[in-house]
């Protein structure tokens, strides 16, 4: 009798298994939302400028076979830009998929200024005046910023870098 009910045991704890890897993967996919506020600084080469407060509501999309996507608005000094969804780079393999993940790369593709994606659809003028996050890391479960590297684009003016990860800007 008692071998039995073994088999019985081995598929409800099989079935609870696989029930439970099911459920993982449901909630892994759910987009994180996350209001992070921070100070940036603009940097040239290794000289620390002025400081910026930067306001990110953003959500995370996490996949199993990419790097994270984020996307929502960022606001840098009262300049808010949002998300311009389809301008985010993709992998050019599933392999690149794969590898982006496994190094934690943050994929963002480009913020644009509020006003200009307003009405215009064209990419040439999304990108003119435009945040893009070259690097960013995240604290806990996306609680807070690590360290972020942010480029802004702007017309006719040469690129600005702001960074949030001062300690490693000053060798310490």
């Known amino acids: 009798m008692e071998n039995a009910r073994r088999p019985g045991l081995g598929r409800w704890a099989v079935g609870l298994l ?10 892994y996919h759910i987009p994180l939302h996350r209001t992070l506020e ?4 603009e940097t040239e080469w290794d000289v620390i400028g002025e400081p910026a407060v930067l ?15 984020v996307r929502g608005t960022i606001e840098l000094d009262g300049v808010p830009y949002v998300s311009a969804l389809g301008m985010e780079p993709k992998p050019n393999s599933f392999l690149g998929g794969l ?10 593709g480009y913020f644009v200024e509020a006003e200009r994606l307003a009405g215009r659809g064209d990419a040439i003028y999304m990108m003119e005046d ?11 479960f996306y609680d807070s910023i690590a360290g972020l590297l942010l ?6 003016a ?8 001062l300690p490693t800007l000053l060798g310490n």
Not at 151 to 156: A, F, Y
């Open 18 to 27: 696989l029930a439970g890897l099911v459920l993982f993967v449901i909630w």
């Open 38 to 41: 921070v100070t940036a600084y």
């Open 55 to 69: 306001q990110m509501d953003i959500t995370l999309h996490r996949s199993f076979f990419r790097g994270t996507v």
């Open 99 to 108: 590898r982006e993940k496994w190094y934690g790369h943050i994929s963002s």
């Open 130 to 140: 435009s945040l893009w996050i070259v690097s960013a890391s995240f604290r806990g």
């Open 151 to 156: 480029v802004r684009r702007i017309p006719d």
């Open 158 to 165: 040469p690129s600005v870098c702001y960074t949030v990860d």
